[in-house]
């Protein structure tokens, strides 16, 4: 297959500066009428041809200034259209009519339908399926679109920008006009067009113009969108707040579709959303529902300045806009929430999900250098590392200077479409720093390793640290160059207080950070008075795997006393990793009750807020151990040393733990804020350990039936499901939820999810019966990614069973899949990526399921990328 490569970027010879677009609707053949100003760009040849990117288009017609243009000057195929023997004059009008058909459209890219509405995704590439153009992100025209439907279909039609016009055409059809005075990429183009409801309110920007609100759903589904709403007036205020951003259309609108490929699109003015990330009542979504629909509001809101208003010159860039705004969004929730929690759970994701990619035969760096299906990389490395590396920023240069450094970002390159190395320049700018040693965090794959030893020289007061670091190998990439890590860093004394430090030798340290720059640092701090307790790589500075000598007893104590909470927890965390990693190797569960010990403190400590305790008390997943196990692993024996921690803290807190568990009880009507959510998390799992303890799922099924929302609902249904999946208690929950919600496919979501995680081999066969269930569908990318996605990636011992099957499940579904929607069995076949660190057996069976993947005729682009890398 072709492979598109970084090096070879060239602007393309013609812009289309202003897009004109006419839609007449019908579902089946929908006529999309564009037209085109198109200009030469100076320097080109009058006689060079113009080569417009197309995706299985039918062409109509085409014709120049109005002139239909003749056979021998043009070649339309499916994929391009290229047109010569153009006008002398440098500007022309190009009119190109195609013929598409929505209803048939099951790939979700570009114009299709969802439960009978219109709408369009068209990033990374899918405008090019709606009409011949210029389909790259560097090309940025201006919008005005005209669409046409039936009343009776149609009768709310949405694209970008503000609304100009709208009428009636006859008794049946009408038509409205949008005009996007912002020039924007194709890739930000929408339409929606269908029968639906909507919410509405204002919101007065910082200079006190008022823009309308709208948020579109189902009929019915209205009153499920008030929080999404909240969201979006929260998000705005804080954008302008934290970063001078102010919004500028007079109208911004957001739909919730059902069927869509990803989490949302932040189309200039009109945002599509999962409905998974619109919807909301305490009856049906969980806590994590709320927490994710604020972040993605947030997040897609954002990208109006980074990525709308300055968008990615190629798809390469990609991180420029994703990266920047998931930070963006992580502090916003931080600001909404709570900080350290916040920045655990960040951590946490990272860890599962991009640590093992980058890791991986899937590994690249944050700014790609080639890829063959661009679809393919929107990944957690750009996304999630892309994130941590704008923190690393902020961490090297303080609030201030990052401030100012986005201050210049916005003024120098509003309306242009640019690159990292130009985001880069506007903080070394700010700031007088130089940033080029650190810009190799966005062109090194690989998760760089930081080995440190320490000592304490008591004659001379001197604590003296030697640091090595290291990335290993990843594909393509044998060399590795040492990076510049910022460390943040405290030394604690015996009170457990941070002590004063005098002066440092061998790296700049400086407001509390180490700076490593070489492969290989001795760093001495000097006027030490005790052997200090090293709390590094505080607050998650840096993206690291960080491997120290602290002792039990020095982890014990950073748990206890760090002033830093989100180190606290990566000292307990660590503690259970290295308690868990022993105990699955030797078969043995005779666990330290000092951690124990230190637990039951964590859970009892009313000075901690309950959501960060209920981290603090979350052991290490069964993933989480697997991968620092890194090779050869069993995964039934990683679940049964997790069973038995569980059940060993579980037995020696029974009574604390009951009492904290009813503490918690919230007698208040549901609230999703952060904090009533928080004593939520906290007495769900103590139920996990509480279940566990008293060999009974008693505890758990009155929590069920007594629930009145349904984080406490699914939270007991999965501790039933999960520990007692025979049990006729978990049955009849099961039975009970089904009948209650079948109806709400975004609740059943969750049932198929609780029961594609259920531990044990025997859940294959469980999932293999509910992909028959009338609720899961195998074109609603919902529903695969809940049932098959978590059972793949979410379920060690159900997927990686001993006998393969579970592998060769994966297989068939991402086969049958990839026949109408290739983006997301991509996805799908991603959970293959960890297969070589399984024991050999596995491997085996893991490597026979991918190469059959493989010997597929036709099989897509997308999914024969990832299973040719996966397969090295
Ligand atoms: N920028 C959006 C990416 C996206 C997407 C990409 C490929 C195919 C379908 C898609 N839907 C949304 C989402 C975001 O990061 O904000
Ligand atoms: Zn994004």
């Not at 919730?256 to 945002?271: I, P, Q, T």
Request: hydrophobic share 40%.
């Amino acid at each position: 297959g072709q492979v598109f490569r970084l090096e070879d970027y060239k602007p393309s010879d013609y812009l289309i500066t202003h897009t004109d677009l006419l839609f007449r609707l019908d579902p089946t053949a929908t006529l999309v009428t564009a037209k085109l100003s198109v200009k030469r760009r100076d320097g080109v040849a009058a006689n060079a041809p113009v080569v417009l990117d197309g995706d299985g288009l039918v062409l109509e017609s085409l014709s120049i200034n109005g002139m239909p243009v003749s056979d021998d000057r043009y070649k339309a195929t499916p994929d391009s259209l290229e047109i010569s023997g153009l006008p002398q004059e440098a500007s022309f009008e190009l009119e190109i009519v195609t013929r598409i058909s929505p209803v048939t459209n099951k790939a979700l890219m570009g114009l299709y339908q969802s439960s009978g509405n219109y709408c369009t995704q068209c990033e990374a590439e899918g405008f090019r399926r709606i009409t011949y153009f210029l389909d790259r992100p560097d090309n940025l025209s201006t919008f005005t679109v005209r669409i046409e439907a039936k009343k009776s279909e149609a009768p709310v039609l949405l694209s970008n920008g503000n609304p100009v016009e709208q009428g009636s055409l006859d008794s049946e059809w009408h038509y409205a006009v949008w005009h996007d005075p912002f020039p924007k990429p194709s890739y930000l183009f929408a339409l929606v067009a269908g029968d639906l409801g909507s919410i509405h309110d204002t919101f007065t920007t910082s200079s006190g113009r008022e823009v309308a609100l709208g948020i579109y759903v189902e009929h019915g589904k209205e009153p499920l969108a008030t929080y999404a709403m909240d969201a979006l007036k929260r998000s705005m205020r804080w954008d302008e707040e934290r970063f001078g951003c102010e919004y500028d259309l007079s109208v911004f609108n957001i739909v919730a579709v059902s069927d869509f490929n990803m989490g949302a699109m932040e189309n200039k003015g009109l945002n599509v959303f999962n409905d998974k990330y619109v919807l909301a009542d305490p009856e049906t979504a969980t806590d994590a529902d709320y927490a994710n629909i604020e972040a993605i509001i947030a997040h897609e809101y954002f990208h109006n300045w980074t990525g709308n208003r300055i968008t990615c010159r190629d798809w390469f860039q990609l991180c420029l806009k994703e990266g920047l705004t998931v930070y963006r969004d992580h502090e916003f929730s931080a600001d909404q929430r709570s900080r350290p929690v916040k920045r655990i759970a960040e951590v946490r994701n990272l860890r599962a999900l991009q640590f093992p990619e980058d890791q991986g035969p899937l590994a690249h760096p944050v700014r790609p250098r080639r890829y063959k299906e661009i679809n393919n990389f929107y990944t957690s490395t750009v996304y999630e590392k892309g994130s941590e590396v704008v923190r690393m920023i902020h961490t090297i240069l303080g609030a201030e200077q990052f401030r100012a450094g986005m201050d210049l970002y916005f003024q120098r390159h509003d309306g242009q479409a640019v690159t990292i190395e130009d985001f880069i320049a506007c903080f070394q700018e700010a700031s007088g720093r130089a940033l080029t040693h650190f810009a190799l965090w966005y062109h090194q794959a690989g998760t760089p390793r930081v080995n440190v030893t320490s000592s304490y020289e008591a004659d001379t007061g001197d604590f003296v640290l030697n640091v090595e670091q290291s990335v290993p190998p990843t594909p393509a990439e044998s060399m590795k160059k040492p990076l510049h890590i910022p460390l943040a860093y405290g030394l604690l004394g015996p009170n457990g207080e941070d002590m004063e430090v005098g002066s440092v030798e061998g790296a700049t340290v400086a407001d509390g950070v180490i700076h490593l720059t070489e492969g290989s640092q001795t760093v001495r701090f000097r006027g030490i008075g005790s052997r200090p307790v090293l709390s590094l790589n505080r607050g998650f500075s840096s993206p690291i795997v960080l491997k120290q000598d602290l002792t039990k007893e020095d982890r014990l104590f950073l748990a206890r006393h760090d002033s830093d909470l989100y180190n606290r927890w990566e000292a307990i965390n660590a503690l259970c990793v290295e308690a868990l990693i022993a105990a699955s190797t030797s078969g043995s569960y005779d666990f330290d009750p000092a951690l124990v010990q230190c637990l039951v403190e964590m859970a009892s400590n009313e000075s901690l807020e309950p959501a960060y305790r209920a981290l603090a008390l979350s052991l290490p997943t069964e993933a989480d151990i697997a991968r620092e196990i890194g090779s050869n692993v069993n995964p039934d024996a990683v679940l049964a040393a997790r069973s038995a921690l569980r059940l060993a803290i579980g037995s020696a807190a029974r009574d604390a733990f009951g009492r904290i568990y009813d503490a918690q009880a919230d007698r208040q009507p549901f609230s999703p804020d952060a904090a009533s959510a928080g004593k939520r998390s906290l007495r769900n799992i103590l139920l996990d350990y509480l279940v566990a303890a008293d060999g009974s799922p008693e505890l758990a099924s009155r929590q069920f039936e007594a629930a009145d929302n349904m984080t406490d609902r699914a939270a007991a249904l999965s501790v039933l499901a999960h520990q007692y999946p025979q049990h006729e208690a978990t049955q009849k929950a099961l039975s009970a939820f089904e009948e209650r919600f079948c109806d709400n496919a975004l609740v059943m979501d969750k049932w198929f999810i609780i029961q594609a995680t259920i531990p044990g081999a025997a859940t294959l066969d469980l999932v293999r019966g509910l992909t028959a269930h009338p609720a899961f569908s195998l074109t609603n990318p919902n529903r695969v990614r809940s049932l098959v996605g978590t059972f793949a990636s979410g379920n060690q011992t159900g997927f990686h069973r001993a006998d393969g099957a579970g592998y060769r499940f994966l297989a068939d579904t991402v086969i049958a899949l990839d026949k109408h929607n290739p983006q997301v069995a991509a996805r799908l076949s991603t959970a293959f990526r960890s297969w070589r660190s399984m024991e050999a057996g596995r491997q085996e069976k893991a490597r026979k399921a991918l190469a059959s993947i493989n010997e597929v005729p036709n099989l897509s682009r997308d999914v024969k990328d990832i299973v040719e890398r996966t397969l090295g």
